[in-house]
């Protein structure tokens, strides 16, 4: 004797080994035994053998038509073996009732299941609901189909037009657009992003990268709301310095000046000069929060996106020959050994002289000029202490540090002829060397200038946003840590508020230091333990993050731009480590395949076999080594 049970879902036919009250135990062809419960048993059988059972039921069940069944069917539940008798019109043998089971449960529309072996047919209302919902989803297989097929064949359908954006960051995948899309890269054994710009979402990979980056963190637009101007600032009193700033020929946000005197015989006055855009930007203002979003101005080769609105920007920029407000350091140290004497901050206007560019005088400014009084050196009065004074407080620092600062890599900046957004734009990649002296004396000042003012809030228990390092590893916090690698006991970010929104809230912590000296915890935006300043860390940390990887991957592709309209066949390049290499040529930094094992700086020769926009990737090969 057979029997045909349920497990798990689905009918199984053995043959009965022994039984018990409420168990039966079975024996499958393979002649592996296995216990059951009878209540799990749908009938017994003795024809035909339980190995050809339900190969022959599958294929009788495949005949029967559900709809004809549940016009046969009786309305109330049922049993599959009485629906048997009725159909076939005589009592049915085992293949038929076990046929017309698969035939019920396969028709879950046209019969709701009621428990071993019985059925309720649907109530007719449900049942059009239910066969109209499956002939919808069948359209829509059928149509989603055809939009994968459109796609295999490289023609983007009208409806994912809309969408098809989306698909790389921010898909809906409930949607049949997607599914299509997805089934096509399945099918097509390619990447997303080839795909799309295959299909012309994108004119080029540069478009897709701009626009990739643009909807996940500006989906509003890059543009500010008019901004209301006012006088910040004007009852300031007057600086009378003659001061200097010292930029990029593309720098539009002039955030910080220097200016010089001699007190006295070996002594020095510099004053660090600094937009305080935190007069007008104060916490909580409607300007303020729109600054919050940003945190920062988003670099990119040829272009910027600016973390304010470009009235504020020229309201505090310290353009030449306006008067504009600062928040300015005055800091009076020996030349000798760099001690600092006294230091004093002032929030006032100055008028800067003029904006000195690096492209118009760094060639001029060397080492052997600055040294010598008798050489010709543009504006050599203002360069000269200052940069006696830049190289002793250098001194002192790699005294405390035991070591001298290694600065001394080439790094390049990006000069875009033509539109950023056009990848046929000319790109100009223009060396400068990192220790320049011109470099060197700004950053020691900006440095001194971060230093002394994250000592002052300290100093009046006033709250900031700190950058330290200990043991390796750089972290943001509000404590006043050392920093090892600059060797100061203590560091902010303080001296570019126009382009970081850190700068921005210590400078409104500074102004109060100023101010109101011991009270000034009290009068600070941000108070002792405020959450809200613990909160800004992270979120700065996070978006400026995010913002550098962005100037990252545009650098590195318009690296590979300038390599192919430099029509370069093979590069230098020395090792980093392992098979980690930086070009000699171009800040582009790659892994090399099969490269053997050198010491860091040893120089290879790659010959360049080919190109990825998309993976922002050059294939290199190894061609020699010396």
């Not at 637009?221 to 010292?246: C, F, I, R």
């Not at 990029?248 to 002039?254: P, V």
């Not at 855009?277 to 919050?292: F, H, I, N």
């Not at 800004?536 to 990887?549: C, K, N, V």
Request: aromatic residues 8%; negative net charge; charged residues 25%.
């Amino acid at each position: 004797m057979h029997v045909l049970y349920e497990d798990a879902g689905k009918l199984k036919a053995e043959t009965i080994f022994s039984e018990a009250d409420t168990s039966l135990q079975v024996e499958s062809a393979s002649g592996k035994r296995s216990k059951i419960k009878r209540n799990a048993v749908l009938f017994t059988f003795e024809r035909p053998s339980p190995d050809s059972l339900l190969p022959a039921a599958e294929a009788l069940a495949a005949t029967l038509d559900a709809g004809f069944l549940w016009e046969c069917a009786p309305q109330q539940e049922f049993e599959a073996a009485a629906l048997a008798e009725d159909y076939f019109g005589h009592a049915p043998d085992a293949v038929e009732k076990t046929a017309t089971i698969l035939a019920l449960s396969a028709a879950p529309a046209y019969f709701h299941r009621r428990g071993k072996g019985a059925f309720r047919p649907a109530p007719p209302d449900i049942l059009q609901a239910a066969l109209a919902a499956i002939e919808k989803k069948r359209r829509q297989a059928e149509l989603q189909e055809e939009w994968t097929e459109s796609i295999l064949g490289g023609t983007l359908p009208d409806a994912l037009r809309p969408v098809a954006a989306t698909f790389l960051d921010r898909p809906d995948k409930n949607t049949l657009e997607w599914k299509a899309f997805d089934a096509a890269v399945q099918r097509s054994d390619t990447s997303p992003e080839r795909l799309l710009l295959t299909l012309g979402v994108w004119p080029h990979p540069l478009a897709m990268m701009r626009d990739r980056f643009l909807s996940a963190h500006f989906p509003r637009g890059t543009d500010w709301p008019p901004v209301e101007l006012q006088d910040w600032g004007a009852d300031l009193p007057q600086a009378e310095v003659e001061a200097y700033s010292l930029d990029d020929a593309s720098t539009t946000e002039i955030d910080d000046a220097l200016s010089v005197s001699i007190p006295g015989p070996g002594m020095v006055r510099v004053g660090i000069h600094i937009a305080v855009p935190a007069l007008a930007v104060t916490r909580g203002s409607a300007l303020d929060e729109l600054a919050r979003a940003r945190m920062s101005t988003v670099y990119m080769p040829g272009d910027k996106i600016p973390m304010l609105s470009p009235e504020l920007i020229a309201a505090f920029s310290l353009d030449e020959g306006q008067w504009r407000p600062t928040l300015s350091l005055y800091v009076t140290g020996r030349l000798e050994d760099g001690e600092i004497l006294d230091t004093e901050t002032r929030l006032e206007r100055i008028r800067v002289t003029a904006n000195l560019r690096h492209g118009q005088i760094g060639g001029l400014v060397t080492e052997d000029a600055l040294a010598d009084p008798d050489a010709p050196l543009p504006h050599g009065h203002w360069l000269r202490p200052l940069w006696q004074f830049a190289q002793a407080l250098s001194a002192v620092r790699d005294r405390t540090r035991g070591k001298p600062e290694n600065n001394d890599r080439i790094e390049y900046g990006f000069e875009i002829d033509g539109p950023p957004d056009d990848p046929d734009s000319i790109v100009r990649l223009v060396p400068r060397q990192r220790n320049a002296p011109l470099d060197r004396l700004v950053a020691e000042f900006m440095i001194l200038a971060n230093t002394q003012w994250g000592a002052l809030l300290a100093r009046h228990g006033v709250p900031g946003i700190y950058r330290s390092q200990q043991t390796g590893r750089t972290r943001m916090s509000t404590q006043a840590l050392p920093h090892e690698s600059i060797a100061v006991p203590q560091y902010i970010w303080s001296t570019s508020p126009l382009r970081r929104y850190v700068d921005l809230i210590n400078q409104g912590q500074i102004l109060a230091a100023a101010e109101h000296g011991v009270s000034a915890r009290l009068a600070a935006p941000f108070k002792p333990k405020d959450a809200d300043l613990y909160a800004l860390i992270g979120a700065f940390d996070s978006q400026y993050t995010a913002w550098s990887e962005f100037q990252s991957s545009m650098e590195r592709y318009w690296c590979i731009r300038w390599m192919r309209q430099q029509g370069l066949k093979e590069v230098r390049a020395h090792v980093l480590r392992e098979n980690l290499v930086r070009l000699a040529c171009a800040p582009f930094v790659t892994r090399i395949n099969g490269l053997p094992e050198f010491e860091r700086g040893h120089e290879v020769r790659l010959d360049i076999l080919g190109y990825d926009e998309i993976g922002l990737e050059v294939e290199f090969r190894p061609r020699e080594t010396g």
